[in-house]
């Protein structure tokens, strides 16, 4: 498995490495600094770099990677707020991109690696590794 850690650094504020880089999360101003993205952001962030990155590649293998790229992305919270309910994800390839390939890309698109492990979500083991402490009296 990959190796991430993240510690704590001040308020809300933690700091994420992954092989040798860092990332800061955090919370919106006032309830906390606002030094990076928070990490729902970050999340769906993930999704559309990925979305991105295979866009990116596909464009290429048709010989249309000299065309510049975005993915503009929103998302949406579930009534309760407690996890994100929808993200929607639009490619904007410059200079127009040919309607013939759009299935083609639509189809690399839901298969991008992060998209794969929302469909199929992956197990999740959580550890409490501290020495537990006598409640206090």
């Given at each position: 498995m990959s190796q991430i850690t993240v510690r704590h650094e001040a308020g809300d504020r933690f700091r994420i490495a992954v092989r040798g880089h860092e990332v800061v999360v955090d919370q919106p101003a006032p309830s906390s600094g606002d030094a990076g993205p928070t990490p729902t952001e970050l999340f769906v962030a993930s999704l559309a770099a990925c979305a991105g990155f295979h866009a990116h590649?596909?464009?290429a293998?048709?010989?249309l990677g000299d065309r510049e790229l975005t993915v503009a992305c929103d998302f949406?919270?579930?009534a309760d707020h407690s996890r994100v309910a929808a993200i929607s994800l639009r490619?904007?390839?410059a200079h127009g991109f040919p309607a013939a390939l759009r299935p083609a890309l639509l189809?690399?698109?839901e298969?991008?690696?992060v998209h794969e492990s929302l469909v199929h979500v992956p197990t999740v083991l959580f550890d409490i590794a501290a020495e537990p402490v006598a409640p206090v009296a």
């Open positions: 590649r596909f464009l293998r048709h010989g949406a919270w579930a490619i904007e390839a189809r690399v698109l298969h991008c690696t």
